[in-house]
DNA sequence: GCGACGCTTCGGCGCCGGCCGAAGCGTTCC
DNA sequence: GGAACGCTTCGGCCGGCGCCGAAGCGTCGC
């Protein structure tokens, strides 16, 4: 029966197209270099070849398709050719594949929990790991935060204590919430969009972490050890 | 140099792991399959080897990778065993790849608009498409709605008319935000998380819509078409 | 100007995965 | 009880893809 104009028909070339964009991912080589983009910064060829473990033919190739799909933008410096993400589609796509991944079943659980980055990293744009889940429990802790499924709602205290913190709630209080991530290394909540950009770049700021020159992974420095101490009521050890 | 026991670790194993979920979406036929569950329904394998055009025998053993990885969940009933996503994690991977295939440069831009898809259509839990994307702009055209990036903030006036519309706003009111999806067809928002499910559902409960027997897309009933005009000042006309 | 470096292109090889025909198992209907 | 149906398992074939060595191009440092 038809309402409308409307008629069945198939889905069959948009699922080609999605086996296309999965199948990028889907080969171990360039899901390497993929997530060795994964927080934003940009690598040149090289290196993302050492990422991957295969020559600089091998990668070459590899990063021409990932190009030519849109999945990855390059800029060339001299005799240095620097990748990166694309959008925050594709960032947005490689952690959705991680938290698959991370809740498969335990008889094919093979997903390294790598102590580093579980302990702090950057998802694309914010914190995430054990610091990002940590500074979100504080937060729900000390009621600054109440989380909704997916959303997380910043409340009049929080934006009290964000900005006695030093971050500009400005854009924040016009509307008071922001996505949340489910972690694939905790399987819980870190704070992502508005609010968790902000706090990622102050932490930045701060110097109370730094970015790892070849990984995702991020450190936290003594100054960061001594903050996150006493305005988060975080420690350290909380987090190996 | 070292911070509190940080170690510079490869992340090797789990972009294999990455790269192991992802290519088990990179096979058409798999694609296929996954997509035709993508509305969140049971189907069997029989039905699910024609949405993908190859036969039993070559569905069937695809159906088993799915099923070992925790893609999918299989239930059986006599001869029938129903497939169906596993979890809300998977049915986000597949938006997040949609997303991107819909935004890959023209130059290789083969994703099918298909007409009925993009009209109306389910994403996993609420609506999508045209439709989701109408619905949308009318809730921000009179203000119920205001979008902020992915979160799409219902405001007093918001609350007010999707009670008087006749949904039960108690669980939105305590937090009125939302999430928003990238509509891969429109590449615009539509609303997705507790206000789009409500809306999903209440469209359903009035008979407004129809879920089509064998694909994503959504069935607009005559009722629905007088419903969307009256209530949200969307015209049918507008949707095609 | 020349050598070194970063990276690309070309061509060839080997392996892996998708396909289906045939056979088999469990369930349902007559 | 036997035939039909839904689906799985097995085995084999074939095409595609990832790999790298060799060669080449553009850039940079001395």
């Known amino acids: ?12 070339s948009n699922a080609d197209w999605v086996a296309e964009i999965a199948a990028l991912v889907g080969e171990p080589a360039r899901a390497h270099m993929l997530l060795a983009l ?3 910064r940009a690598l040149p060829a090289g ?24 999945l990855v933008t390059v800029v060339r410096q001299g005799r240095h050719r ?9 960032a947005s796509m490689l952690e959705a594949v991680m938290a698959v991944a991370a809740v498969s079943p335990p008889a094919v659980m093979r997903f390294h929990a790598d102590p580093v980055l579980q302990e702090a990293r950057t998802c694309y744009n914010h ?3 054990r610091l990002g889940v940590a500074i979100c429990d504080a937060l729900v802790r000390i009621r600054a935060v109440v989380l909704d499924g997916e959303i997380a709602h910043v409340t009049t205290e929080g934006l009290a204590f964000l900005e006695s913190w030093g971050i500009n709630v400005s854009r924040i209080r016009l509307h008071p919430a922001c996505r949340t991530c489910i972690d694939w290394s905790e399987r819980r909540h870190h704070l992502a969009g508005t609010v968790g950009i902000a706090i990622h770049e102050h932490c930045l700021a701060l110097q109370w972490i730094e970015h790892h020159l070849d990984s995702r992974a991020v ?14 009521g975080i420690a350290l050890t909380e987090l190996r």
Chains 1, 2 share one sequence.
């Open 219 to 232: 450190r936290i420095t003594p100054t960061g050890e001594r903050g996150l101490r006493t305005v988060f």
């Open 38 to 40: 994964g927080d934003g």
């Open 127 to 129: 914190l995430a790991g």
């Open 1 to 12: 029966m038809r309402y409308a104009g409307l008629e069945e028909v198939s889905i069959v």
């Open 47 to 70: 290196e993302l070849a050492a990422c991957a473990d295969v020559t600089a033919q091998t990668a070459s190739g590899h990063l021409a398709r990932l190009e030519q799909a849109g």
């Open 82 to 90: 620097y990748y990166r993400i694309a959008s925050v589609e594709v």
